[in-house]
């Protein structure tokens, strides 16, 4: 095994991980070594072909088909430079007052986090498209949405030159998407901080990391790792966990801190979705434009939102529910489907959790609550309504029964589309908001961290992602992630004077 010094680890380059290391930039400035260690590949632009197969297969974990333990869930989360960021839709919102007074996290306070959010908004570019960049697919679900009397609120979207390849889900081939792998990554390289590819942390021990670095396979995607391939034992004073909810908890767990810390892997949450079509007599540019531009908040009332999307065609035949002619006909007419994605508002319950099995691979629990059942339910009958309401000839929804309703039992919605249909395992449903694991709160009883991202009792050790979340956010939460990844760097480097005292600059 090699070995190997840093001042600071980092672990994860998505959206927490590539926040702490921007802000970072000044301990590298002064002589200090900064890495960052991504378990995934770092891809050159024109690898980015848009080609679903191989890049679900570049660019997420297990090609975007997560499955849970039941098996009734599949989860998408990113396994590259920038994490989820590169394949993420760049809408970008910050949290309500009401979910962050919710959360009572001590020393957390809503004031803060949207100052945090408005400044890294600012960074990325974050704009509300002009009304020619809307495309019909959001036109549509607007004009639903008053047909029914309800306000859909335009999505703040982070790209820079957005040419409306519809392809954000798959990595943007244009580079217009303003995700961590072309903005704080970037920044952060220049300001001296190393970034290691390839770069699997295996363990955590104490101020000390386990690292398997690994060649890429033939025809993968994706440039060589710097370091050569191999086992190396790394040197770290101190620690910063950004491995995303899931990877975050996984990388704690088998690295044995589970006894000292009873909620780790605990209070997982991730907005459960089903996808909805609507089948109008004309072409939708759907598959032109930005594909995400407007939602419906109904998380107070109802606890589910609404949002436009744009899924291409594996995946569309993936979830709509049923097989043979109906199915067939649905996908035949995949150029005249309005698409809407629905959101279930889940809640941390007792059981939804993460884990490892014995090779330490992560393992996710998670279990469908009554009321997460309802809200999809409630969700599917307004997606309807909005469909009928912009003129669709015939929906599917997969909590109808029978899953295709007619325009003529418009207003039979409610009798049609119940919680009852839903059958876990057989109704396809993802999720891609992956949030807690590692929760903040105030003692080792109630939580992981404190609201700075400092695990309980191991001074060196930090968390700065996705699983900080006590609770679900209800909204799109990578601002969110990133404005609490900033406290956690802010508090590393307030604290790494006494943490790094005694070191030299670290350079190995
Ligand atoms: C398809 C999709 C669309 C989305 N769209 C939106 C959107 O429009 N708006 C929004 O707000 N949010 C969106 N999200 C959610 C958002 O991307 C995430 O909430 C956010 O990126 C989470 O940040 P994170 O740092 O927690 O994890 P990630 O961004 O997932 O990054 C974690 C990184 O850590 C790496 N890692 C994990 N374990 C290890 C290890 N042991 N060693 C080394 N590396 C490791 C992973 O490979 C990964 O690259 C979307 C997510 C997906 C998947
Ligand atoms: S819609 Fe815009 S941001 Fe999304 S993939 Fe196309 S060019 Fe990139």
């Given at each position: 095994m090699r070995s190997a010094r840093c001042d600071v680890a980092i672990i994860g380059s998505g959206a927490g991980g590539g926040t702490v290391a921007q802000a970072l930039i000044p301990l590298a400035t002064q002589g200090r070594r900064v890495i960052v260690f991504e378990q995934g590949g770092r891809l050159e632009?024109?690898?980015?072909?848009?080609?679903e197969t191989e890049m679900a297969e570049s660019l997420?974990?297990?090609?975007?088909?997560?499955?849970?333990e039941e098996g009734t869930l599949s989860l998408a989360f990113g396994r590259t430079f920038g994490g989820s960021t590169a394949v993420y839709s760049g809408t970008s919102l910050v949290p309500s007052a009401r979910v962050i007074e919710a959360w009572?996290?001590?020393?957390?306070?809503h004031e803060d986090l949207v100052s945090r959010c408005e400044r890294h908004a600012a960074n990325n570019g974050v704009h509300l498209l002009p009304?020619?960049?809307?495309?019909d697919n959001n036109r549509l679900f607007r004009e639903g949405c008053l047909g029914i009397g309800l306000e859909a609120e335009q999505f703040p979207v982070n790209v820079?030159?957005?040419?409306?390849?519809?392809l954000c889900n798959l990595g943007c081939p244009n580079g217009a998407k303003q995700g961590t792998d072309r903005v704080q990554l970037p920044a952060a390289e220049r300001g001296g901080v190393e970034v290691v590819t390839r770069?699997?942390?295996r363990r955590i021990g104490d101020r000390r990391l386990v690292i398997r670095v690994e060649r890429p396979g033939p025809g993968e995607k994706g440039a060589a790792s710097a370091w050569p391939a191999g086992e190396y034992s790394v040197e770290a004073p101190i620690v910063v966990v950004a491995g995303g909810s899931v990877g975050s908890s996984a990388l704690l767990l088998r690295s044995g801190l589970g006894s000292a810390l009873?909620?780790?892997?605990?209070?997982f949450t991730c907005h459960p979705a089903l996808i909805l079509v609507g089948e109008h007599e004309r072409e939708i540019t759907?598959?032109?434009?930005?594909?995400?531009?407007y939602y419906l908040d109904r998380s107070v009332e109802e606890r589910f939102v609404l949002e436009t999307c744009m899924y291409f065609p594996f995946v569309t035949a993936k979830n709509l529910t049923g097989f043979g002619p109906d199915h067939s006909t649905m996908m035949r007419s995949f150029r005249r489907l309005q698409m809407i994605l629905a959101l279930a508002c889940d809640r941390a319950t007792q059981g939804n959790r993460i884990s490892v099995d014995r090779s330490g691979r992560p393992r996710v629990h998670y279990r469908f609550t009554p009321e997460v059942r309802e809200a999809l339910a409630a969700a599917n009958r307004a997606a309807a309504r909005i469909f009928f309401a912009a003129g669709a000839l015939r929906v599917h929804a997969?909590?109808?029964?029978?899953p295709l309703l007619a325009r003529d039992e418009a207003a039979r919605i409610a009798g049609r589309i119940?919680?009852?249909?839903?059958?876990p395992g057989k109704t396809s449903i993802s999720a891609a908001h992956l949030m807690g694991g590692c929760g903040m709160g105030s003692s080792p009883t109630d939580s992981v961290t404190d609201s700075w991202g400092r695990v309980h009792g191991l001074p060196w050790l930090r968390i700065a992602d996705?699983?900080?979340?006590?609770?679900?956010?209800?909204i799109n939460p990578y601002l969110t992630v990133m404005a609490l990844a900033d406290r956690t760097a802010n508090a590393v480097l307030e604290d790494a004077g006494r943490l790094l005292a005694n070191r030299g600059t670290g350079l190995s």
């Open positions: 632009q024109a690898e980015f072909t848009g080609i997420y974990e297990d090609g975007g088909g997560f499955l849970t009572a996290v001590p020393g957390l306070t009304p020619e960049q809307i495309n820079r030159g957005c040419r409306g390849a519809s770069a699997e942390v009873p909620r780790l892997g605990e209070g759907n598959d032109v434009g930005h594909p995400k531009s997969p909590l109808a029964n029978p119940t919680a009852t249909a839903f059958i996705s699983s900080l979340f006590p609770d679900s956010l209800e």
